[in-house]
């Protein structure tokens, strides 16, 4: 199936819309209802069953998006990523899954596939190399991240495609902080492409919602498992996420051009220890991400110079809001340790090198003198109390 590779702007505005047939209007109408007719109809539609008008439309906004054949939509980034999974795995089975994860998909590994009796490996990198060393007879599926949450670690994805098609697994890559504006891993041999759709494709923190992208067969393979598990998405929540992706090009490159200059200004700063993002000269794989990826994102991670207490710092912004989730228009930051990997213990938090204080920053469209300003006046406060006291 041949995709129309028009510019990224153009497929985010006009693929995939719902055609107001009745009264021409500019955007797709949204279909609610959860009943159709089953005789004389060419589809049998159903919500459960990721077939209604609005449903259809977005997947292959998303497919296209992502350079796939086709897509699924769910209810959540969990909901994406766990029936996928499923949809592959089964009792006796194995899969290998890269150390540096985000804390959800590692607490579902270690809660759930016991019970199903699959088994799974942690990497000790990210390396090619290291996958291969936790080669099994039973292995099945390679599951990957990159950049990594929260320490925005790249991973080659060539090269984990490479392995996998070497041995006939099924390659899987959370997409969720590149977006398909920065990063198209199909291009370079990835299987299954999943999303957090509530990140940048949402990208105004008011929706919920997860993406598959991948082939034809593969998603079909998805959709078996996923009409008996359900997690479909509600036809209005669909409406807003169709709407949010027209502008999701002119967001993504917004965040990557003020994410840049704010990590080059962490990083010259003395009350800063150290920055992690792929942009910088500094990073260890900035050549890998500039080969595979379009832009360097939104996402950075860092920590304070030490005695700074990272809740306190947080606490005197003005503008940046402490906040849950990320790759909204506004700019929000996180402690990892009390959120996204708050269900990881203290060790395993540590292997994977996220310390206590350890600050994730999703970078916003706001002008980044504005955001500078914002940091510079919260370590002003907390300098001053600290004398005061």
């Known amino acids: 199936m041949k995709h129309n590779r028009k510019g990224i702007n153009t497929i985010c505005t ?58 699924l939509i769910f209810g959540s980034g969990m909901a994406a990523i766990s029936h996928a999974l499923m949809a592959f795995l089964k009792a006796g089975d194995h899969i290998i899954l890269q150390q540096t994860l985000y804390g959800g998909t590692y607490n579902f590994a270690v809660t759930q596939f016991e019970k199903y009796g699959i088994s799974y490996s942690f990497t000790e990198g990210w390396t090619a ?55 198209n891993p199909i291009d370079f041999g990835i299987d299954i492409i999943l999303h957090s759709a509530t990140k940048y494709m949402g990208g105004h923190s008011d929706i919920c919602a997860g993406a598959v992208a991948a082939s034809q067969e593969h998603i079909h393979t998805i959709w078996e498992s996923s009409i008996c598990f359900g997690g479909s998405l509600s036809d209005q929540t669909v409406w807003l996420l169709e709407r949010s992706l027209k502008t999701m090009g002119l967001r993504v490159r917004a965040q990557n051009e003020n994410a840049q200059k704010m990590a080059e200004f962490l990083l010259s700063h003395n009350e800063i220890d150290a920055v992690y993002y792929p942009g ?25 110079r030490e005695g700074i207490n990272p809740s306190e710092f947080m606490k005197n912004l003005q503008l940046i809001k402490p906040s849950m989730s990320l790759a909204g228009v ?5 402690l990892p340790v009390l959120t996204s990997h708050a269900l990881m213990s203290p060790e395993d938090r540590f292997k994977q090198g996220i310390k206590d204080g350890l600050i994730r920053f999703s970078i916003g469209i706001e002008e980044i003198e504005d955001l500078i300003a914002d940091i510079e006046q919260a370590l002003a406060r907390i300098k001053s109390k600290s004398v005061l006291a």
């Open 14 to 71: 006009h693929v995939g819309e719902v055609k107001d047939e009745q009264f021409k209007g500019a955007v797709s109408p949204i279909y609610m209802a959860s009943s159709y007719a089953f005789e004389d109809v060419a589809v049998k539609r159903y919500p459960r069953y990721f077939n209604t008008p609005n449903q259809e439309a977005l997947c292959k906004k998303i497919a296209t998006l992502e350079h796939a054949e086709s897509a």
């Open 129 to 183: 190399e290291d996958f291969e060393k936790e080669i099994q007879p039973t292995t099945k599926v390679i599951y990957i991240e990159t950049p990594s949450n929260p320490l925005l670690t790249i991973t080659d994805v060539e090269a984990i495609a490479q392995v996998s098609k070497k041995y006939g697994f099924i390659s899987m890559i959370d997409n969720t902080f590149a977006s398909p504006v920065n990063q």
């Open 280 to 304: 910088l000269e500094s990073h260890p794989d900035h050549e890998l991400a500039k080969r595979q990826m379009n832009g360097f994102g939104g996402m950075l991670s860092f920590e304070l």
């Open 330 to 334: 506004e700019s929000t930051m996180l």
